[in-house]
T-cell receptor, first 113, second 115 residues
Framework: GENVEQHPSTLSVQEGDSAVIKCTYS??????FPWYKQELGKGPQLIID?????GEKKDQRIAVTLNKTAKHFSLHITETQPEDSAVYFC????????????FGAGTQVVVTP | DTEVTQTPKHLVMGMTNKKSLKCEQH?????MYWYKQKAKKPPELMFV???????INESVPSRFSPECPNSSLLNLHLHALQPEDSALYLC??????????????FGSGTQLSVL
């Protein structure tokens, strides 16, 4: 089955700096890669996703890149703000896996003013 | 309305109790999910309902019993739980699960403590 590795496990950045979180996946059949943000006391919220036919996607300060050959994808947050502090999960799945997302272990991001 | 509503937010139960968790969405989604999340870990899939029928059971112990009374509601009935079942239980929904890449919308969860 699919295995997703996520690094780093914790990330501390100064407000205004950029943050990058990297994930690798094992199943070459995976074709959908969402990113979720989970704030304390809340459920995960989808912040951006990318499909395997696209190499990069951007939404304001957030971007995701996908390298299918290397089987890795990354989340980039620019101009970080204190409200970006949260746990971020990457995930992967394939249409063959019937929507069963395989999550990475998560990255605790702390943005210090 | 893009919300998935879960009740209760917190639940404490003894190992001999029977309780139920409830989940509701009014987005017209036809796929609903139960996830379990331990502290500092990612969510783990438990059950998936598609068009009100159970389509995935991730080998969950029978002390957890899901129910989907209609397309908007999802319940999780709990009986004879163990302390290790203490966790955040998350409900999620998606438009369908026909393609495997539909966006999942999560509720805020029920924090369950089993004493």
């Amino acid at each position: 089955g699919e295995n997703v590795e996520q690094h780093p496990s914790t990330l501390s950045v100064q407000e205004g700096d950029s943050a990058v979180i990297k994930c690798t996946y094992s199943d070459s059949a995976s074709n959908y890669f969402p990113w979720y943000k989970q704030e304390l006391g809340k459920g995960p919220q989808l912040i951006i996703d990318i499909r395997s036919n696209v190499g990069e996607k951007k939404d304001q300060r957030i971007a995701v890149t996908l390298n299918k050959t290397a089987k890795h994808f990354s989340l980039h947050i620019t101009e970080t703000q204190p409200e970006d502090s949260a746990v971020y999960f990457c995930a992967a799945c394939s249409t063959d896996s019937w929507g069963k997302l395989q999550f990475g272990a998560g990255t605790q991001v702390v943005v210090t003013p | 309305d893009t919300e998935v509503t879960q009740t209760p937010k917190h639940l404490v139960m003894g190992m001999t109790n029977k309780k139920s968790l409830k989940c509701e969405q009014h987005m017209g989604h036809r796929a609903m999910y139960w996830y379990k999340q331990k502290a500092k870990k990612p969510p783990e899939l438990m059950f998936v309902y598609s068009y009100e029928k159970l389509s995935i059971n991730e080998s969950v112990p029978s002390r957890f019993s899901p129910e989907c009374p209609n397309s908007s509601l999802l319940n999780l009935h709990l009986h004879a739980l163990q302390p290790e079942d203490s966790a955040l239980y998350l409900c999620a929904s998606s438009q369908t699960r026909d393609r495997g890449d539909e966006k999942l919308f999560f509720g805020s969860g029920t924090q369950l403590s089993v004493l």
